[in-house]
């Protein structure tokens, strides 16, 4: 789970960033307004942890912005501002969750938790392929409904290379990139690792584009 923070406390910055990291999170780290939305529009999170004074843009104007944008990440408030009224502005700015300063960690992960639970944010080693099938990419697993079926490390590498681009892929690509230059396999090769996958998940996930490669199909 990937989390943009904005606090510009340095030392709660630190604080904050080192247990969420301690939690297993990817965290980037912000002092600044114009830090924090620079990164809201080049980078893809998960989640939205921001401050409401801090230099440039406040935490308000901050995420107001990024809604009206269709920046529709889960966010989180931290802040001093106790007021009904500031809380009333942080949930109308667009908010999903207000917690207020001084914090305690404990109840940071407990509202984390609960919107992880919300929104459906799955750990960084699942990878949703349907409503009902996901991807272990660590266990090395596709999980289908209630079944749980072992794939083979290259099985999982080439399904995973083929989610990432989101285009047509040719046989000698994945050969390149999925295989070492020592260890290049032979077109049929690939072609069975494919054919297993498609039996697994069914033939509308990956399709076979005749003499040019495959595709694979959200």
């Not at 901050?62 to 009904?84: E, H, V």
């Not at 984390?112 to 996901?134: A, C, G, V, W």
Request: hydrophobic share 40%.
């Amino acid at each position: 789970m990937k989390i943009l923070f904005l606090e510009d406390d340095i030392l709660l910055n630190e604080i904050i960033q080192e247990h969420l990291e301690n939690e297993g999170y990817r965290v980037k780290s912000t002092f600044t307004g114009y830090e924090a939305e620079e990164l809201i529009y080049s980078e893809k999170f998960d989640l939205f942890l921001f401050d409401v004074n801090v230099p440039e843009i406040n935490g308000f104007e901050l995420l107001k912005s990024a809604r009206q944008n269709d920046i529709k990440t889960p966010t989180i408030f931290l802040t001093s501002l106790n007021m009904i009224e500031d809380i009333e502005k942080g949930f109308d700015s667009g908010c999903d969750d207000y917690i207020k300063k001084p914090i305690e960690l404990k109840e940071l992960d407990i509202r984390i938790n609960n919107i992880k639970r919300l929104f459906r944010i799955l750990p960084d080693e699942i990878i949703e392929i349907s409503q009902n099938i996901y991807l272990d990419r660590l266990n090395l697993f596709i999980k289908k409904e209630k079944e749980q079926i072992h794939l083979a490390k290259k099985e999982c590498e080439i399904l995973l290379y083929l989610i990432n681009k989101e285009k047509i892929v040719s046989i000698e690509e994945l050969s390149t990139n999925v295989w070492s230059y020592e260890d290049s396999p032979n077109a049929s090769t690939i072609r069975t690792y494919i054919k297993n996958l498609r039996k697994i998940l069914g033939e509308k996930f990956i399709t076979n584009i005749r003499g040019v490669g495959y595709r694979f199909n959200k």
